[in-house]
């Protein structure tokens, strides 16, 4: 156990739709991240959060956006869902800003029908 | 722009050897670099990081290599043990621009009893 949530564990949901994905980093760490992982795309950084505020942006889609709350939790927010979309989103949270290892969730998977 | 390669998709080792898992990245300004270990439908496990001020870091089992020269990283798992079966991914990242990590394809460690 990692130590870092990630809610819903699976999620299906119709093309056009919005979704919400939640993460709760592990205690202590400031810092959180967002990766897509698909079958032909391998693991996709998204998005990298450090105490509130967007640090580092990755390859991520006008349509996905993402914030971390006060109580450092964070969400991912998925909308105008594509089938090109289903894959599995993994959360991970690290102490420090850069230079350290991050420790990834169970992930959600995501299937857009 | 696969930024990071893993080139063996899959490797067999008996129980007791070494595993040797290769990486090679393009971006000549990558200074810190990970191994993750995956099991089916969990997330990515933290193994061992190095950064680019050093040529090894060891920890119990696991060693990992970095030569800049060559822009190669491998990871050395001595004794493998049938625990260790899983799929191995390399990342790296470039501290400057905050912990974004580009992550290999994979390869997929079979250890035989």
Redesign the interface.
């Known amino acids: 156990d ?1 130590g ?1 949530t990630q809610t819903p564990k699976h999620l299906i949901t119709a093309t056009g739709q919005r979704v919400t994905l939640r993460c709760s980093p592990r205690s202590g760490d400031l ?1 959180v ?1 967002w ?1 897509q992982q698909s079958l032909d795309q ?4 998204l998005i ?1 959060y450090y105490n509130g505020e967007e ?2 942006k ?1 390859n991520i889609l006008e349509r996905f956006s993402a914030q971390q709350f006060p109580d450092l939790h964070s969400e991912l927010n998925l909308s105008s869902l594509e089938l090109g979309d289903s894959a599995l989103y ?1 959360c ?1 949270s ?1 102490t ?12 959600t998977r995501l299937t857009v029908v | 722009d696969q930024q990071v390669k893993q080139n063996s998709p899959s490797l067999s080792v008996q129980e007791g050897r070494i595993s040797i898992l290769n990486c090679d990245y393009t971006n000549s300004m990558f200074d810190y670099f990970l191994w993750y270990k995956k099991y089916p439908a969990e997330g990515p496990t933290f193994l061992i990081s190095i950064s680019s001020i050093k040529d090894k870091n060891e920890d119990g089992r696991f060693t990992v290599f970095l030569n800049k020269s060559a822009k190669h990283l491998s990871l050395h798992i001595v004794p493998s043990q049938p625990g260790d079966s899983a799929v191995y991914f390399c990342a790296a990242s470039e501290i400057r621009f905050g912990n974004q990590f580009y992550f290999g394809t994979g390869t997929s460690l079979t250890v035989i009893p």
Not at chain 1, 42 to 45: I, K, S, T, V, Y
């Open positions: 990692s870092v810092s991240y990766y391998g693991l996709q950084f990298q640090r580092a990755g993994f991970a690290s420090r800003l850069v230079g350290t290892e991050a420790f990834f969730g169970q992930g």
